[in-house]
């Protein structure tokens, strides 16, 4: 008989298997894109990891560990949105947004990255020892890398519409 920490440990895989199904279902339709809700998720996640900052501010290490982690969600959040196909329609004023496989592949990827690395940073290889801030950097490197990439992927959207508009009306 398993112990539920071992059925637990699963528990991930299989939320990300079930989220891939997902997408991969939908991978080939095309969707409605609205500019103006491109701001929503980076507003929501804003909020979300000023709150989780305030209730554990970092120190020093852990901001410098935000601040590049911060860099690089941007280069992974920028490079994924640069994979989505998008479609504009003058007539309708309607923008259409088209996931590619390799978006989905580049999302598995992280996903995968983000699960070894965790599995490799646990916090009871800091020692009992070792102060709360300390224990937090690698989720205050988990932070700011999700809020980096949601706003890169959702401003480079933003700014392929726009310019994409612009370029069908002059």
């Known amino acids: 008989m398993e112990h539920p920490e071992q059925w637990q440990s699963y528990l991930p895989f299989i939320i990300i298997a079930l989220v891939l199904a997902i997408r991969l279902r939908r991978i080939n339709r095309e969707r ?17 990891a000023g709150y989780l900052i305030a209730a554990a501010t970092p120190d020093l290490v852990g901001l410098g560990i935000a601040a590049g982690a911060m860099l690089v969600g941007a280069g992974v959040g920028w490079q994924r949105a640069r994979f989505m196909k998008i479609a504009y329609d003058p007539a309708t004023d309607i923008f259409m947004m088209k996931q590619s496989p390799a978006a989905v592949l580049f999302l598995v ?25 300390r224990a937090m950097w690698p989720i205050d490197g988990l932070i700011g890398f999700g809020l980096a990439m949601v706003i890169a992927h959702n401003a480079e959207l933003y700014l392929r519409a726009r310019r994409m508009k612009a370029a069908l009306i002059q």
Do not use: C, W
């Open 109 to 133: 990827a992280i996903m995968l990255v983000r699960r070894v690395v965790l599995a490799e940073l646990p916090v009871s290889h800091f020692g009992a020892d070792v102060s709360l801030a």
């Open 32 to 48: 409605r894109m609205h500019l103006g809700r491109l701001l929503v998720a980076p507003t929501i996640i804003v909020v979300a």
